[in-house]
């Protein structure tokens, strides 16, 4: 149910605005003051942490809190035709506010850093909403999916930087070779985080 | 085939059983009491008969089959605290439900609100107790299933608008035909709308039946305090004071004993024997061991 969907993330959908906002006033910033240019580009690694935080943990675990699932899950759908859209609209509104906080940085940079360029920026978005969905499935609850889906994302862009360096000068891989590498594994990993926040919801049966 | 039916059904959260071999029936067109204590089940019955939970032992079916996928759109609940989305207006909420249920009655559902005078404009945080209450349960109405399982639906609310609420849905449950099940630890506000029974303790099914054919089956005896009177009877609960002998019992032919006295019995009376006496088991099967 699509419609349900989209009107359960009509607050989300206004603070990822004010997240584009943000990123637009330090692209402003960087315009008029030359000098500080590159602070929206590294603010950029906090972006995936907000998606985990405020769209991934909450989408299952406040059905949980306030006792809705039961009202979503004894109409006339399965639980799988109900979590589609509900994922659906948090990716597409994850999508959308990395494209334009991507834009708005590529826009303000002269040469863009490897990790805002092809589908990198994407993946590690889907990656942290999978992240933060998943938890959010496991625990039934906000904070406890918040702080988890936080730390967990946090702690996986650290591993990555350690690979992602280890990869360029042991096995001399260009930056695109990383990219590309980087984009399918954490593009694997949602899907798989995805399907387990499925699994957990249709099989574990949680009423 | 009943509207409702558990065979040998058990749900169990981790190690601890919640419900363990359960047998009973609810028939087509009833309106069927859930009653027992806090604690003993109620909720974990009803879950399983909505298909929330899938039975760890034996099997729950509603019309025949398991409240799952396609068989969805024939099982109405309204859970206990009646959950609804508290951001939404009603009548968005009424939208979700037109969208969740391909046989939804959106005009019956506007049109019932209307009548309650509860402004659909509204936000549903913004609704009293009882608003909610008859919104939750107008939207369960609506979805046209065959099958309405409502979890305390009258907690919480104020006299006038339990009253209201119980009003309501036997309007709808005329109109419609519907099979109820509806809970409560409170027998005395079930006995007048309900014509069926289904007893639960300590995670068992303790009595199922029709009510009138409970309530005729058993007596108070009362009579000389010592030996219980010759007769066809299964003895229920028994309390003795110094002078006199009360038995609870389920009577299968008359008691000769000019000293004894037999009574008929409330369904509250009868309900309060049962829950004395947790190894009395009275389910359309016996449990098996």
């Known amino acids: 149910m699509t419609w349900l969907a989209i009107r359960q993330h009509r607050v989300r959908m206004i603070s990822m605005a004010c997240v584009v906002a943000l990123w637009a006033g330090f692209v402003a910033v960087e315009r008029l003051y030359p000098g500080v240019r590159g602070i929206s580009a590294s603010l950029f690694p906090y972006l995936p942490l907000v998606m985990a935080v405020f769209l991934g943990a909450p989408l299952l675990a406040r059905e949980y809190e306030r006792g809705t699932h039961q009202f979503a899950w004894t109409q006339s759908i399965s639980r799988s035709r109900w979590l589609a859209p509900q994922v659906g609209t948090a990716a597409a509104l994850a999508l959308v506010t990395t494209g334009l906080v991507t834009a708005l940085i590529c826009w303000s940079l002269r040469t863009v850093p490897p990790e805002l360029t092809g589908l990198l920026p994407f993946t590690w978005t889907l990656f942290a909403l999978a992240l933060g969905t998943f938890w959010s499935a496991v625990t039934r609850r906000t904070t406890v999916a918040m702080g988890a889906s936080f730390f967990g994302v946090a702690a996986c862009q650290l591993i990555a930087e350690g690979l992602r360096n280890r990869a360029a000068r042991e096995l001399g891989w260009t930056p695109a070779t990383l990219g590309a590498v980087e984009a399918a594994i954490t593009a694997g990993l949602a899907g798989a985080l995805f399907a387990g926040a499925w699994w957990f919801v249709t099989r574990r049966d949680p009423g | ?289």
């Open chain 2, 1 to 289: 085939m009943n509207a409702l039916e558990l065979t040998g059904a058990g749900l169990r959260y981790g190690r601890t059983w919640a419900l363990r071999g359960c047998f009973a029936g609810v028939p087509q067109g009833r309106v069927a009491a859930l009653v027992g204590p806090n604690g003993a089940g109620k909720s974990s019955l009803m879950r399983l008969a909505v298909g929330l939970r899938r039975a760890s032992e034996g099997e729950v079916t509603v019309f025949g089959r398991p409240p799952r996928g396609a068989n969805l759109p024939r099982v109405a609940f309204v859970a206990q605290d009646k959950p609804l989305y508290p951001e939404l207006t009603v009548a968005e909420t009424i939208r979700a439900g037109a969208g969740l249920n391909p046989n939804f009655d959106t005009q019956g559902a506007r049109k019932r609100l209307d009548d309650l005078g509860i402004p659909q404009r509204r936000r549903v945080r913004q609704l009293s107790g009882g608003q909610r209450a008859q919104v939750a349960i107008t939207l369960a109405v609506a979805k046209r299933a065959d099958l309405i399982v409502l979890d305390e639906p009258l907690a919480n609310l104020d006299p006038l608008a339990r009253h209201e609420v119980m009003e309501g849905l036997m309007s709808a449950v005329a109109e419609r035909g519907l099979t109820v099940l509806l809970s409560s630890h409170v027998v005395a506000e079930l006995a007048e709308v309900c014509d069926h029974l289904i007893l639960v303790s300590r995670g068992r099914v303790q009595v199922a039946g029709d009510i009138e054919e409970l309530v005729a089956a058993h007596r108070l005896l009362v009579g000389p305090a010592g030996e219980p009177p010759a007769g066809s009877y299964d003895v229920i609960g028994r309390s003795d004071t110094e002078r006199q002998t009360t038995l609870l019992v389920r009577a299968r032919g008359p008691v000769h004993d000019p000293r004894w006295t037999a009574r008929e019995l409330s369904l509250e009376d009868m309900v309060l024997g049962y829950l004395r006496a947790p190894d009395a088991v009275l389910t359309p099967r016996p449990v098996a061991l």
